[in-house]
């Protein structure tokens, strides 16, 4: 079996990721500082999923699970960098994906440290690790925040993003320049993702889908910001995971054809690579907020609210390299997917919480 790292194991897109290669012929070591950014009773839930009992856990000490052979779990935080770059020594992994973050837009323009601590200072820790240990590739989660200001639809991975709109998105760009370094130095193989809105079951509290199906519920108004004509390319988990897991052994290449005096932004002379990777089907909030309603079968209340800082108008991938390297494009239609999360959160999150 090959043997591969997935930081933020405990977090949205890291459980349903380690969910899935659970299923195929990997050695899984997840980590995660299980923090308490949002309700740690659902990060300790979706460890359960796996097989990690939370009374067992202590920092920086690698748990087996209880219920797959071929996965460990390490509690520990990746800024603790001594730590990380031994322990990636240590295991050699063949490799690597970094889903750990600080996420969230808004939270970043109250609590900016949180952002530069996580992916930032987290981020340097898997670098440095992956220099000292040589896995195969390196794939990394990256935002489609990083577009910021572009307003040019779709959003095409050539595109300028000099202009982000918030803090968070400004770390995720750090991570690609970051990531390039490395690439170009060390010739570390180096993928970055640009995810677009990506919702589903076990999703985070702190998201629209998780907001709006709680209040809706509970007969409380929901928040509908720029009046509901926010327009999102909406991204079902499982689609995600399905395109990660594709890229995992397209260990990323240098262009033959890239040259300095007209460089291509999303690939490089060292092996480096973008992909955006979204549902290519924008959705204006309005329309996302019908299928919660349906999937409910409730009405919401609606409170209507100007655009909030930091937040895009638009967002719309194109996905035409994602597709051409792995032969796939997620494409999951929004009401199916809402419905899915729906089930979850009334069959499992309100037993959890």
Known sequence: MKKILVTGSAGFI???????????????????????????????????????KESLIQDEQLIVSELYNNYHFVKSDLANHDFIVNFMQREHFDYVVHLAAQAGVRYSIDNPRAYTHSNIDGFLSILEGCRHSQPRHLIYASTSSVYGLNSQMPLKEDMSTEHPMALYAATKKANEMM???????????????????????????????????????????????????????????????????????????????????????????????????GNSNPVKLDDYIVAIEEALGTKAIRQNMPMQAGDV???????????????????????????EFVNWYIGTYLMIS
Request: aromatic share 14%; hydrophobic share 40%.
């Open 179 to 277: 990531a390039h370094s490395y690439s170009h130095l060390f010739r570390l193989p180096t993928t970055g993702l640009r995810f677009f809105t990506v919702y589903g079951p076990w999703g985070r509290p702190d998201m629209a889908l998780f907001l709006f199906t709680k209040a809706i519920i509970e007969g409380k108004p929901i928040q509908v910001y720029n009046y509901g004509q926010m327009i999102r390319d909406f991204t079902y988990v499982g689609d995600i995971v399905e395109a990660i897991v594709r890229l995992i052994p397209e260990s990323a290449t240098p262009n033959p054809d890239w040259v300095g005096e007209t460089p291509h932004i999303p690939s490089s002379s060292a092996p480096y690579r973008i992909y955006n990777i």
């Open 14 to 52: 890291g459980f349903n990721l380690v969910d899935r290669l659970l299923k195929e012929r990997y050695q899984i070591v997840g980590i995660d500082s299980v923090n308490t950014y949002y309700d740690v009773r659902l990060k300790y839930a979706r460890l359960a999923q796996h097989g990690i």
């Open 313 to 339: 108008p638009a967002t719309y991938a194109d996905t035409h390299a994602l597709y051409d390297l792995v032969k796939y494009r997620p494409s999951t239609d929004i009401r199916m997917g809402v419905k």
